[in-house]
Structures are given as structure tokens and as C-alpha cells.
């Protein structure tokens, strides 16, 4: 090789060589039992589909995932979503409560999200100008309504009732992202693309240089996972994933920089073959700089919902593929 092929070559392998930041793991410990070989081996269908029926059995308390607390305003416009398929209309009154009941006024079936807030917290109809709230109408009555501070639940039926939505631990004092992607598929295909984490350093190099899955047991997934932040600049962080109910999958930093941070993944059903993935990152570190983080969470957020997004315009298109091949909706041109 001639000297400049060869000097252009060394500069070419010194920039692009990954830099490790962040806090230095321990060596990694591979559970006896996890899965070996290449990752499509690991990534074994049977052992997939088998994480994901006791996911779908787990209590979920008829509790589902609408979307960030902080996109319902307190005394704002009413809002209209449907889940699971029942049309349902949300709002805050003046003293921040959040509401939900079915976006059907009892008079004359008037949709209740073109209508308004009034002073007492009621929503009025935009109809004839009902107003109605907690204390019912007829047989219009409000669905139970949970706000964690990060998200908002509404309870339906068809499930033995919970208290609250089964969630898991979360950080003091995070900063808290969250998106909402809808995808042409079924809660089960998103909790499935999650259980598979095998895919994330094929899939989303851009996202990912590494992934091990160091251990399997009990439904929680351990894995060490190095990230791209930018450039060559790689971290490298443990992980798990487990799911604390039927339509919930959750990662959790263990160790490394932003050990204890989560990201809840919840598939909220909307109607048959439409479900919205609603993802709440809650970022925490133990690092001095954090506060300075908290205090520009309102600057952060966009960032991190950015990147969250772009995972999920794959994981959407693998979420539906999965869809579209168990549902036999393939083919077409
Ligand atoms: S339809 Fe709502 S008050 Fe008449
Ligand atoms: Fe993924």
C-alpha cells in the first residue's frame, strides 16, 4: 500500500474508532443459562412467544395508557380519544382534576370534545348546553381516571379492577419525556418487538453499536447495550426489560450513567388493528451536572422525544410486519 493510501486508511480507522464515555461497568457476568450464538439464534421465536403469553396474562386492572399528562391542560378544550373502542371525551377542570367519560352527550348524542370547561369542572355540551360531570347523567357516568404525574390511564371494563395501572418503580424527580406513535397493529405486536431486544444493535445501528443479552430468568432480560450519543462517542450501560402488565414493557438502566432511569413502553389498543404506542422516558443520574439537566428539562425534552421517535418509526414497521404476518394481511402490491 502506498504511504498516502496507507496514512488516509489510519486516519479513516482513528476517526471513526468508537470513544467509551461514561461510567466504566464492571466485567460482564453471562448467566449460565442465557442464550448463546449468533443473535438470530438467541432470538428464538418459541422463547419470544412464550415471554409475551405471560406478559398478556399479567393483571393489567383495565387500565390503559392515553398520553402525557402534561398534553391536557387544566379548564382547556376538551379532548376526544378513543380507546379499546370505546370513544371517550378527557378534560381538566380549573383545579387541574383530569375527567374522562364517553364523548356522548346523554341528550341527544352531541360529541362532548366540541364543547367547554366550565368553572365548576364540568364539560358543557356544545349542543344545548348541558353540563355534565362526576356526579353523572342518566347512565352517562365518568370512567375512573389516573394521573402518575407522568401519564394519564383511563379504567375500563373486562378486567378484574386494580386500584392504580400496575407500573413499575420510577425515579425521584426524573425528566420526563413522552411520544405517542399510532401503529396498524395489536398492543401484543409492541410488547413483542420489545421482548426481542436481539434486534436493537441490527436494526437501529444508528442507535445501537452493541447489544449482549446477558440473562433471561424470570421474564426480566438483562442486557449490556452500547449506545451511540454522537459521533464515535459510544456509552455503555446494563439494562432490563420486563413487563409489569399485559400491556406494558419496561427498560430500566441498572448500571452505568442514568442507573435507575426507565423508559415505560405502554400498548394502549384503539380499535381493532390500531393501536397507539405510548412511551414515557424518565431520565435521572447521580451527577452534579443533573440538576442543571432538571432545570432545562422544558430545552431536553424535544431531544429526547427525537430520539425516541426515530427508534420507533423501526419499531412500528416491525410491530406491524409481525401484525400483518400473524393476521396473514401480507401481500398486495
Ligand atoms: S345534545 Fe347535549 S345538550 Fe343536547
Ligand atoms: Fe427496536
Given amino acids: ?122 364539560v358543557v355540551c356544545p349542543w344545548h348546553g348541558l353540563a355534565l360531570g362526576e356526579r353523572g347523567f342518566r347512565d352517562w357516568a365518568c370512567v375512573p381516571v389516573h394521573d402518575d404525574g407522568v401519564l394519564l390511564h383511563v379504567q375500563l371494563g373486562g378486567e378484574p379492577a386494580l386500584p392504580a395501572p400496575p407500573l413499575p418503580p420510577r425515579p425521584a424527580r426524573p425528566v420526563d419525556a413522552v411520544i405517542r406513535k399510532i401503529a396498524r397493529c395489536e398492543p ?68 452505568g450513567d442514568g442507573a435507575g432511569s426507565v423508559v415505560e413502553t405502554h400498548a394502549t389498543p384503539l380499535e381493532p388493528g390500531r393501536t397507539a404506542v405510548v412511551e414515557a422516558t424518565l431520565a435521572t443520574s447521580d451527577r452534579a451536572g443533573f440538576a442543571v439537566a432538571r432545570a432545562l428539562a422544558p430545552l431536553l425534552r424535544p431531544a429526547i422525544r427525537a430520539a425516541a421517535s426515530r427508534l420507533w418509526v423501526d419499531d412500528v414497521a416491525y410491530a406491524e410486519r409481525r401484525y400483518a404476518l400473524r393476521t396473514q394481511r401480507v401481500g398486495g402490491q
Fill in 1 to 122: 500500500m502506498k504511504p498516502l493510501a496507507r496514512a488516509r486508511r489510519a486516519l479513516a480507522t482513528t476517526l471513526t474508532r468508537p470513544i467509551p464515555i461514561g461510567r466504566p461497568l464492571p466485567p460482564k457476568e453471562r448467566a449460565a443459562a442465557a442464550p448463546r450464538g449468533p443473535d438470530w439464534v438467541q432470538a428464538d421465536p418459541d422463547r419470544i412467544d412464550a415471554a409475551l403469553a405471560r406478559a398478556l396474562a399479567l393483571p393489567g386492572g383495565g387500565w390503559y395508557a392515553v398520553d402525557a399528562s402534561r398534553t391536557l391542560r387544566a379548564g382547556a378544550t376538551p379532548r376526544r380519544v378513543v380507546v379499546a373502542g370505546r370513544e371517550l371525551v378527557l378534560w381538566r377542570g380549573p383545579d387541574g382534576a383530569p375527567h374522562a367519560a364517553p364523548d356522548a352527550c346523554p341528550h341527544m348524542g352531541a360529541s362532548l370534545s366540541g364543547g367547554r370547561v366550565d368553572a365548576e369542572g364540568r
Fill in 188 to 255: 401484543e405486536d409492541v410488547i413483542a418487538n420489545r421482548l426481542d431486544p436481539w434486534h436493537g444493535a441490527h436494526f437501529h445501528p444508528y442507535s445501537f453499536a452493541a447489544l449482549e443479552v446477558l440473562d433471561t430468568t424470570d421474564d426480566v432480560l438483562t442486557l449490556r447495550v452500547a449506545y451511540r450519543v454522537a459521533g464515535p462517542l459510544q456509552m455503555t450501560v446494563d439494562a432490563t426489560f420486563h413487563c409489569p402488565g399485559p400491556r406494558t414493557i419496561v427498560m430500566t438502566i441498572i448500571d
